[in-house]
């Protein structure tokens, strides 16, 4: 089982409507999740962070966490063709000598419909 | 000028010649670590470093080594390049101390194609 695994799509949808990207962890002690957004030929930018269960919202962007079910999920609103791009979700792990570091998914390319 | 800087941008190439990435970055952070990407296998770790002294490898440092040569540098060498190591590769870097937070910056990338 992977670490960290995302549908890599690609996910096709139309502008003006929801983009839902998941993303399910296998340790249970993660306490740190993000969302990364990489567009073509780029490096990772990060867009959302969350820590507690239930949602985070930021503008047109709502992360969703469930620890119990080890599955985090990014939601993007009224989407738009500037949203197309590969959504990476990263998670920490924590290693035995006590340090952190970050696991990637494979990523989802998403595409946005004009 | 960019806070993680990536030299070279592009490099081609061939089997069994040594390669040497450079990365360095203005921001002062303590933590630097170096990923390769491949098109649907994501962002994996390579090695990072929490300090000078503190080298650590990541999920696949086979046939990668690294040097902390201070707190700002960060260098990623193949000392035989294999073209199944043509990739995109990035280095990032994260502040000591952030305490659950772990944002990354990441430098713009260096895309190396072994022939």
């Known amino acids: 089982q992977k670490e960290v695994e995302q549908n890599s799509g690609p996910l096709s949808v139309p502008e003006g409507a929801i983009a839902s990207l998941n993303c399910t962890y296998s340790?249970?002690?993660?306490?740190?999740f993000f969302w990364y957004r990489q567009y073509s030929g780029k490096s990772p930018e990060l867009i959302m962070s969350?820590?507690?269960?239930g949602d985070k919202e930021d503008g047109r962007f709502t992360a969703q966490l469930n620890k119990a079910s080890q599955y985090v999920s990014l939601l993007i609103r009224d989407s738009q063709p500037s949203d197309s791009a590969t959504y990476l979700c990263?998670?920490?792990?924590?290693?035995?000598?006590?340090?952190?570091?970050?696991?990637f998914g494979q990523g989802t390319r998403l595409t946005i419909n004009p | 000028d960019a806070d993680v800087t990536q030299t070279p941008r592009n490099r081609i190439t061939k089997t069994g010649k040594r390669i040497m990435l450079e990365c360095s970055q203005t921001?002062?952070?303590?933590?630097m670590y170096w990923y390769r990407q491949d098109p649907g296998l994501g962002l994996r770790l390579i090695y990072y470093?929490?300090?000078?002294?503190?080298?650590n490898k990541g999920e696949i440092s086979d046939g990668y080594s690294v040097s902390r040569q201070a707190q700002a540098k960060f260098s990623l060498s193949l000392e035989s390049a294999i073209p199944n190591q043509t990739a995109l590769y990035f280095c990032?870097?994260?502040?000591?101390?952030?305490?659950?937070?772990?944002?990354?910056?990441f430098g713009a990338g260096s895309r190396l194609t072994v022939l």
């Open positions: 470093s929490f300090d000078v002294k503190d080298i």
């Open positions: 921001k002062g952070h303590d933590r």
């Open positions: 990032a870097t994260r502040r000591d101390g952030d305490s659950g937070a772990n944002v990354l910056t």
């Open positions: 969350i820590y507690s269960n």
């Open positions: 340790d249970r002690g993660s306490q740190s």
């Open positions: 990263a998670v920490n792990k924590f290693e035995i000598q006590g340090a952190q570091k970050l696991v």
